[in-house]
């Protein structure tokens, strides 16, 4: 098959490119490096059936795939911080463009939805059918409403031409090919211990996330697209919750390091709770997580520790 992965230089696209080569397809990743990484794909460079292709979809790009992945966009809370703009332009218009494409090829087209649309959670798991509690104007709503606006901009695709799409909300992913200073818990927690300087708890560390390791999300992205399952929002990611002080004691652990904790600041309208109902995923793809925190966080660790070499 030949499938394009948009944000394909990215964590999580990098990995996905890598497997999808690995299964035999052909794979054009488009990519403009706002926060993804030519670095990420290099083993993949002389791969004949790998072409990298430098465009920014918000000004559109030609390429013909039969699918498509919507992966484009800063993802890291400090990434959309310092990129508002960008992250709501490449989710409105770098989606319409891509869903152009679809249109125009009758590709499938698999949309990177997030958590985010679920806000600051007033339930305790969240499942598709929940609208979410979001701030519309906040410093987070920048990503969490383009990815609103996203998922109803295909909603529209689907009702005026019929296009054949999924979205897939991606909970917290962690795994090698994160950004050491990309900001976010894990590597953030990592590249502490792993220095002996004090991990960063921001508030007093009881906000739970629930972390899935990179493989199991690529297997659901796969499982996703190449499901017969249209016009279907899915969750994405592991159920295992743990609060961020638990998680700076895990990683802590895991790293065999004497760092101490600071607490610092809660970021503005950071969700208090989030963990994913994921009945619908393991129903319609039959997928769900298989990799442990601690497996996933120990080939995590393994591979910052190259990184910080
Ligand atoms: N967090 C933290 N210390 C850090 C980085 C993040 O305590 O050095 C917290 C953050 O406030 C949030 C959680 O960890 O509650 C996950 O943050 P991250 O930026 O990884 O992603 P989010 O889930 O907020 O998008």
């Known amino acids: 098959m030949r499938i394009a992965v948009a944000g394909g230089a990215g964590f999580i696209g990098s990995n996905l490119c890598k497997s999808l080569i690995a299964d035999g397809h052909e794979v054009i990743c488009i990519d403009n490096y706002v926060t993804g990484s030519k670095k990420n794909v290099a083993t993949l460079m002389d791969d004949p059936a790998f072409t990298l292709l430098e465009a920014d979809i918000t000004e559109g790009v030609d390429f013909q795939a039969e699918f498509i992945f919507n992966l484009a966009s800063p993802a890291s809370p400090v990434d959309y911080y310092k990129l508002p703009i960008e992250t709501m332009m490449v989710n409105s218009l770098g989606t319409k463009n ?87 818990v894990v590597p953030n927690f990592i590249k502490q211990a792993l220095t002996g300087e004090p991990l960063t708890v921001y508030g007093d560390g009881s906000q739970t996330r629930s972390l899935c390791y990179v493989d199991d999300l690529v ?71 298989k990799i442990s925190l601690t497996e996933g966080l120990n080939k995590t660790i393994a591979w910052f520790k190259g990184e910080l070499n």
């Open 98 to 184: 891509l869903l152009e494409s679809a249109r125009k090829n009758g590709s499938r087209f698999l949309m990177a939805s997030t958590s985010e649309v679920y806000g600051d959670p007033q339930i305790p798991v969240q499942d598709e059918t929940y609208w979410g509690h979001v701030n519309p104007n906040g410093p987070r709503s920048c990503y969490d409403e383009a990815k609103r606006f996203a998922e109803a901009l295909i909603m529209s695709y689907w009702r005026q031409y019929e296009i054949n799409f999924i979205i897939v909300r991606i909970f917290n992913t962690f795994g090698p090919f994160m950004r050491l200073n990309d900001g976010r």
């Open 219 to 289: 297997a659901g992205l796969k499982a996703a697209i190449f499901s017969e399952a249209k016009t279907e929002v899915v969750n994405l990611g592991n159920p295992n919750e743990m609060s961020v002080l638990k998680l700076a004691e895990f990683t802590r652990r895991a790293c065999a390091s004497d760092s101490e904790i600071s607490y610092h600041p809660l970021p503005v309208d950071d969700p208090t709770r989030r963990r994913p109902d994921i009945t619908k995923a393991k129903k319609l793809l039959d997928w769900e997580p």
